[in-house]
């Protein structure tokens, strides 16, 4: 296990290498199938969660929260057109909050055009729920951005844009949500890998611009919390205090064969890899909607997730 802070490397040569070998077992349907069907699929992912005990939540309450993360908006897997139909199936859904959980930019080669954030950040305004729309950023959308990795520090284009179009970007920050109940507060965590490798400059492979002490400390004590963090692997460090965690990065390994996935952008590759985690509290972590670094996806269709907070799970 590495060194909190080490980072680490999101696909190897030997792991693509991997995965495509797994893949061509299966077949070159199914490869046609992983490239040409399922992409473009799109599905809606529930989980009903009541919080641990030892997380404080007001009885009785239950909000519903719609999970948006891993957009990656480029042509011809996740144009604008498409964004807009996922905006107007997110809103049917009529959730009480919806959160976008980072990586809206492009994060492979494999495009014929990459939508720019003037055409993808006035779509996801349209999005609309009584408590807001709120979101935080993804590494793909520090790593392509080169005046913010120059500077190492934002702001950025992609959070620039959400910001002009009214969507709340929390870095390391949290807001109190007014809800029947009283205040349930949506904290945000900034992105855990930012800066693109640079041993020289940084001491370590991918330095996070995250501060999960000074997000937390922003939430009074007893309040009732949500993190919002994009890559999972931050939830070891999660303490109990907080209700949920909302997390994406990871695709579900983007290739899934009966519950295991050969590729995990994570520290924690057999730990948090895609659905629901219980430990000291509770995350989920989504597919996501689009694709990152390989043109697949099999087994984990993009999704579109909705949590009831504070409902009982189905038996």
């Known amino acids: ?24 077992l299966s077949g070159v349907g199914t490869g046609a199938y992983a490239t ?6 799109q599905v809606v992912t529930s989980y009903a969660i009541k919080p641990n005990p030892a997380a404080p939540w007001p009885a009785g309450l239950r909000l519903r929260i719609a999970v948006l993360t891993d957009i990656h908006a480029c042509e011809p ?10 905006v107007v199936a997110t809103n049917a ?23 720019p954030a003037t055409e993808w950040a006035p779509i996801l305004s349209t999005l ?3 408590l807001g729309v709120y979101a935080v950023l993804g590494n793909h959308d520090w790593w392509t951005d080169a005046e913010a990795q120059r500077r190492g520090k934002g702001p950025t284009i992609a959070g620039t844009a959400l910001t002009q179009n009214g969507i709340r970007v929390l870095s390391n920050e949290a807001v109190p949500l007014a809800t ?14 930012a800066l693109t490798p640079g041993w020289r400059r940084y001491g370590h492979r991918r330095p996070g611009l995250h501060d999960l002490p000074k997000t937390l400390a922003a939430v009074p004590d007893g309040a009732p919390m949500i993190l919002l963090a994009h890559e999972p692997d931050i939830f070891a460090q999660v303490p109990a205090r907080v209700a949920l965690t909302l ?5 579900g390994g983007q290739v899934r064969l009966f519950g295991w ?18 430990e000291a509290s509770d995350l989920v972590i989504s597919g996501g909607l689009g694709l990152s670094i390989a043109p697949i996806r099999l087994g984990v269709p993009p999704e579109i997730v909705v949590v009831e907070l504070g409902a009982e799970a189905a038996a």
């Open 1 to 24: 296990m590495r060194e909190a802070g080490q980072g680490y490397r999101l696909f190897t040569r030997r792991r693509v290498l991997q995965g495509a070998g797994a893949l061509a």
């Open 36 to 41: 040409g069907i399922e992409p473009f699929r």
């Open 77 to 86: 897997w996740m144009s604008a057109a498409r964004i807009a139909g996922i």
């Open 93 to 115: 859904l009529q959730a009480d909050l919806v959160v976008l959980v980072g990586d809206f930019v492009e994060g492979q080669r494999y495009v014929t055009r990459v939508v």
């Open 128 to 130: 609309t729920a009584p």
């Open 180 to 193: 029947r109940a009283g205040p349930v507060w949506l904290a945000g965590l900034e992105d855990q890998i």
């Open 247 to 251: 997390s994406g990065h990871t695709h």
């Open 261 to 278: 996935s050969p590729v995990v952008p994570s520290r924690y590759p057999g730990r948090y890899v895609y659905g629901h985690v219980r």
